[in-house]
């Protein structure tokens, strides 16, 4: 299979092999969509409480006596069934959210993420990506000459110049193969990828 290579212009200037076993899958949606729930499942936080029927404050007094009253029995107010009482299954802060997702299961995946984007003619491949400053007007103008706007960056390599260049820059990730994650791959609308990074993603996903 073969990517556009582009050049500084951001225009196609000719084309490079890629492995066919990343980048030329058939297109898995549930795949996909389970490792994508997943990554953001796993993100996920347990920053919610709820009291139950001892945490929440109340007296122990018996609301009203035991039988004349043709209301149903009560113990006491802080019951489930009573507005101000507590939760019967209440949330708590250590609520474990992860969703399990073999090797085998999320390298699929990925790779018909990739092979989605290269159909769609949303991912294409730069000889490689360096700034000679931690500057981002630099890299920004860089971007700009290519005509991009929206774009994930894949590179073998973020030096310092490079990380410190492009955290700043709105609707720009650069990231190394290691930490692209599906969302991020879903969410841009373009993705680069040099040439050093797809030998690194032929070994991780082939």
């Known amino acids: ?27 898995n949606e549930d795949l996909v969509h389970q490792i994508v729930v997943a990554y953001q499942a796993n993100a996920r936080l347990g920053t919610r409480a709820q009291k139950d029927r001892e945490q929440v404050k109340h007296s122990t007094k018996k609301p009203f006596k035991q039988k004349g009253t043709g209301r149903a029995r009560a113990g006491m107010t802080s019951s489930p069934l009573w507005r101000g009482g507590g939760r019967t299954f209440p949330n708590s802060p250590d609520e474990n959210f992860t969703q399990k997702v073999n090797k085998k299961m999320y390298r699929a995946g990925m790779a018909s993420i990739f092979s989605q984007l290269a159909r769609e003619g949303r991912l294409a491949v730069v000889e490689s990506l360096k700034v000679d400053s931690p500057k981002t007007k630099a890299l920004a103008a860089k971007f700009k000459a290519m005509n991009l706007d929206n774009v994930l960056v894949i590179a073998e390599e973020v030096d310092e110049n490079l990380y410190l260049a492009s955290r700043n820059l709105v609707n720009i990730l650069v990231v190394e193969p290691r930490y692209a994650d599906p969302l991020s791959l879903v969410h841009y609308k373009k993705v680069l990828v040099t040439k050093g990074a797809m030998d690194q993603l032929k070994e991780m996903f082939a």
């Open 1 to 27: 299979m073969q990517l556009e290579l582009l050049n500084e212009q951001g225009q196609a200037a000719s084309k490079v092999d890629a492995p066919e076993t990343v980048f030329g899958r058939e297109y």
